[in-house]
Structures are given as structure tokens and as C-alpha cells.
């Protein structure tokens, strides 16, 4: 099972000017119904000090019709320069699980490069403790997501992937954790254009660290489960969760994770692992995802006292634990105000 499972691309760029990134935000007016594409390009080239056109263009659904345009010509003063352009969408289509609608956008710059990304125009919020998205309250129906194929074990087939995603939509299932580490790109695609919402998890996972501490444990055969399992995370985050040393390596799974995926419809929501306990490092993830991105919420199961996630998820509780939460139990996921936090 181990080895490459993913396609590996080797791309050549002009080398005189490219297109290296880039960020397309969604805003919406208060009625929720004319909208501005907000996009960010940064460009680099050996080409410093000569006037450079990039062009945006919003098409339609079938990339047909023009939706709108902006354009900036700018001098490029160092080997990387970011532009910001703007264009308006009035009596936008929404973006939502249901309603799919997506547009199409296309970035030239001088005629060297063009890259064309399919838009969906979505805003998400928690307010008052309610998971809120285009300014209306959803409800999650969702399941995990683990990238195996019965046949080609971790390289999954793009034909399962869509029919994976066609029979949940058949069965009323909304929305997908992607367990745990981003996934193959196509499945992104997919959920996009078919509509599910997407909660894009950082591959960070070290939850072995607990079974070193339950040992140090003095009477742990005699403890509840509960109990053992508290004292033992709470040790747990000292190996690398709370420790300085991993702190780079922390961000930077956050890091590439947000990059990659951050233009993405159906991602409405970042995770930052699972089962790593909790210490500063996932704060320092938490700190640079809403300072990168702050239109989406944050989600990492492992910060139960809720000083940085805006929401969480509790895994395999109790009917009794749910109960006393004053929570809805809803399969694996408890609905929980906490601290002005939503889970």
C-alpha cells in the first residue's frame, strides 16, 4: 500500500512573466443578492520594470456569456507583484449544496499564461451559535470520507469517486469530512459541481503519543475509560502538539493545505487534524488560517474547552454526554454553544 497515489505533474512557465497564485474571495451586499468577486494575482517573472496586463473575466455557468471583467496593467518593480481587481455580480447564483452554481473565471496575463477556475459564490458565518450559510441556517448531513478503493487501495478511481458522491446525494447526505488529509484534487471537482459542503482537514494526526502516556499511568486499570483517556491527552500534547520544535512543521501542514484548496466552492470549512490533542501549535495554525482566510470557520475536535476552534465536533460521545451538553445528538456530532462557539 505504500508509494505514490496521486498524479505528479512537472509544469514549465514562461520565465519572463507567470501567473503564480491567486485568491478569489466572495462578498455579498446585505440583501444577499448582488455580489464582488474579489481576486487577488500574484505574478513573477524575470521581466522586473516592464509593464505587464492582466485581465480577469467571470463567465457564466457554461463559460459563455460574460458576466464581468476588470483588467490592471501594472510594472512589475520585483520578481513577485500582487494585484488586486474586483468585479461586480449583480442578482448573483448562489452557491450552496443544493444549488450548485458555478462560474467561470479566467486570469491572462500578457498573453504568456491563462488559468480558468470554476467559482461558486458563497458566504459562511456563525452566528449566535448557529452555522449560517448565505445568510440562511443549514443543517449537516455527513459522513467521513477515507481515500480507499476496493481495487486500487489508496489510488482511487475518478469514476468511484462521482458515483460515490451520486449516491450520497441519492440519500440526502450533504456534507463530507475529508478524513484525514486533503484529498486527491478531483474530489474537490466533484463536490463542487455536484454540491456537497466540504470540510478540508489538515493531515496532522499522532494520536499514539496517548498509548505512551496511559502506560506511565499509576491504577489506569481500574479508571474509566473517560477518565484514562482525559489525563492521558492532556499529557499527550507535550511530544509535539505543545511543543515549539514542531511548530513550523504544524503551520506548515496548515499552510499548504489552505493554499491549494482555498479557491475551492465546497470548502466551508478548515480542520487542523485529528486526534493531536491540543497545545500553541494548533493556535498557531488557528492564528494564521483566519489571518489568510477569515471567510471560513475552523474545526479541530481535540480543543474541547473551545480556546481557538470556532467549532467542533465530538467523536463516538454518548447519548448521556450529548444530554447533559444540552447539545442535539445527530450521529457522531454534537450541536453545542459553547463560549460563543458553535459545534
Not at 468585479?87 to 467561470?104: D, F, G, Q, S
Request: a negative charge.
Amino acid at each position: 500500500m505504500s508509494g505514490i497515489f496521486r498524479d505528479v505533474y512537472l509544469v514549465m512557465f514562461d520565465k519572463a512573466c507567470r501567473i503564480d497564485d491567486f485568491f478569489a474571495k466572495t462578498e455579498f451586499d446585505e440583501s444577499f443578492q448582488n455580489a464582488t468577486l474579489e481576486t487577488t494575482v500574484t505574478t513573477s517573472g524575470s521581466d522586473i520594470g516592464v509593464k505587464k496586463m492582466i485581465k480577469l473575466h467571470l463567465l457564466d455557468n457554461e463559460g459563455k456569456a460574460t458576466i464581468g471583467e476588470a483588467h490592471e496593467g501594472i510594472t512589475v518593480s520585483s520578481s513577485e507583484t500582487k494585484s488586486r481587481m474586483c468585479i461586480n455580480v449583480p442578482n448573483v447564483r448562489k452557491w450552496t449544496a443544493e444549488t450548485p452554481y458555478l462560474y467561470h473565471l479566467v486570469i491572462s496575463v500578457n498573453g504568456h499564461q491563462t488559468v480558468a477556475h470554476r467559482i461558486g459564490f458563497k458566504k459562511v458565518e456563525v452566528k449566535d451559535g448557529v452555522l449560517q450559510v448565505n445568510g440562511r441556517a443549514i443543517t449537516l448531513l455527513g459522513v467521513n470520507r477515507h481515500e480507499h478503493d476496493p481495487k486500487g487501495g489508496r489510488t482511487v478511481a475518478a469514476d468511484l469517486m462521482e458515483s460515490d458522491i451520486i449516491l450520497m446525494k441519492q440519500y440526502n447526505i450533504n456534507a463530507l469530512r475529508l478524513s484525514h488529509q486533503p484529498n486527491d484534487t478531483r474530489i474537490y471537482d466533484l463536490c463542487d459541481y455536484h454540491g456537497l459542503y466540504v470540510m478540508d482537514e489538515a493531515d496532522l494526526e499522532c494520536h499514539g503519543f496517548d498509548s505512551i502516556e496511559m502506560l506511565t499511568l499509576e491504577g489506569a486499570e481500574r479508571m474509566p475509560f473517560e477518565k484514562k483517556k482525559a489525563v492521558a491527552y492532556s499529557k499527550a500534547g507535550k511530544w509535539t502538539s505543545d511543543n515549539l520544535d514542531w511548530r513550523e512543521a504544524y503551520l506548515d501542514r496548515a499552510k499548504q493545505m489552505v493554499h491549494r484548496d482555498k479557491n475551492r466552492a465546497c470548502v466551508f470549512m478548515w480542520s487542523l487534524g485529528n486526534e493531536s490533542f491540543y497545545g500553541q501549535n494548533h493556535a498557531a495554525m488557528y492564528d494564521w488560517i483566519k489571518d489568510f482566510d477569515s471567510s471560513r470557520p475552523i474545526h479541530y475536535e481535540g480543543d474541547v474547552e473551545a480556546k481557538t476552534a470556532d467549532v467542533f465536533g465530538w467523536r463516538y460521545p454518548t447519548l448521556e454526554k450529548g444530554v447533559v451538553s444540552g447539545g442535539l445528538v445527530h450521529g457522531q456530532l454534537i450541536i453545542q454553544h459553547t463560549k460563543g462557539k458553535t459545534s
